[in-house]
């Protein structure tokens, strides 16, 4: 795990891959998917306060239908835990299986705190697990943790 440093602790998870920090510019591209379309629309709207280009998909499999037909590179996924069709634990372990994919670090969201389903996630890959409903300082923790990424 990196040292944490002044970003408030956003290493959880071991850390980034230096393949992942990839130049795009001060508008990181972040996927955002989530089921709930004021869930979706509230974390879309944080992330555009943060300068960050968003994306976004109702469930799991338009998540990686949109992942696997993109030319445009995406730099963060974040995704709700629970979701009909594909969970968000289950995109986690399709994304960290894929030889293309496995370097975007993926964000877990939940409104259940949860400890097993926090450090199952964790352990498959996730880069941080993020309780529901989110808020600008989360969003900030997020950005300053790609930030890092990219040295």
Known sequence: MDGGGSCGGCSVGGGCSKDMAVEFGD???VLAVDDNLIDRKIVEK?????????TT??????ALEYLEGTVSKVNLIITDYCM???TGYELLKKIKES???REVPVVIMSSEN???RISQCLEEGAQM???KPLKQSDVKQLKCHLM???G
């Open 27 to 29: 508008e990181p591209h």
């Open 84 to 86: 009909p069709g594909m």
């Open 114 to 116: 949860s400890p097993t």
């Open 148 to 150: 890092k990424c990219r």
């Open 99 to 101: 030889s293309v994919l």
């Open 57 to 62: 998909a109702e469930n799991g499999l338009r």
């Open 46 to 54: 944080l992330l555009k306060n943060s300068s960050c280009k968003v």
């Open 129 to 131: 697990f993020m309780l």
